[in-house]
């Protein structure tokens, strides 16, 4: 099967009880830092990447979503993205983490 691509969600993260509601926004990093969250179209890669290939077909997956750091206590790896990979064919996932 081909590789399928999804189309671009953005996705908003809203603190759903008082302990997220008490995060505050980082202070240190630029400000589009948590706002970089989205399921779908193509990863916003912050480094060159080699796109990830399923371990069990061989085909190369589909990006699926990517994750942003969310302040300066939660935070991947100096202001990061977790990128999502998924193989539609074997359901099988990978995923890594990219900073500045």
Same mark, same amino acid.
């Given at each position: 099967?081909? #590789?399928?691509?999804?189309?671009?969600?953005?996705?908003? !993260?809203? &603190?759903?009880?008082? $302990?997220?509601?008490?995060?505050? #926004?980082? =202070? *240190?990093?630029?400000? =589009?830092?948590?706002?970089?969250?989205?399921?779908? %179209? =193509? &990863?916003?890669?912050?480094? @060159? !990447? @080699? *796109? &990830?290939? +399923?371990?069990? +077909?061989?085909?190369?997956?589909?990006?699926?979503?990517?994750?942003?750091?969310?302040?300066? $206590?939660? +935070?991947?790896?100096? !202001? %990061?993205?977790?990128?999502?990979?998924? +193989?539609?064919?074997?359901?099988?996932? !990978?995923?890594?983490?990219?900073?500045?």
């Amino acid at each position: 099967m081909s #590789k399928i691509r999804i189309p671009l969600f953005k996705l908003t !993260a809203e &603190p759903l009880d008082d $302990e997220a509601r008490k995060i505050v #926004k980082s =202070e *240190w990093a630029a400000p =589009e830092i948590g706002t970089r969250h989205k399921l779908g %179209g =193509e &990863p916003l890669f912050i480094q @060159k !990447a @080699k *796109w &990830p290939v +399923c371990n069990g +077909c061989g085909e190369q997956m589909t990006f699926y979503g990517q994750l942003d750091s969310i302040s300066d $206590e939660i +935070c991947l790896a100096d !202001a %990061g993205l977790v990128y999502v990979f998924v +193989c539609f064919d074997c359901f099988q996932t !990978a995923s890594f983490i990219q900073s500045y």
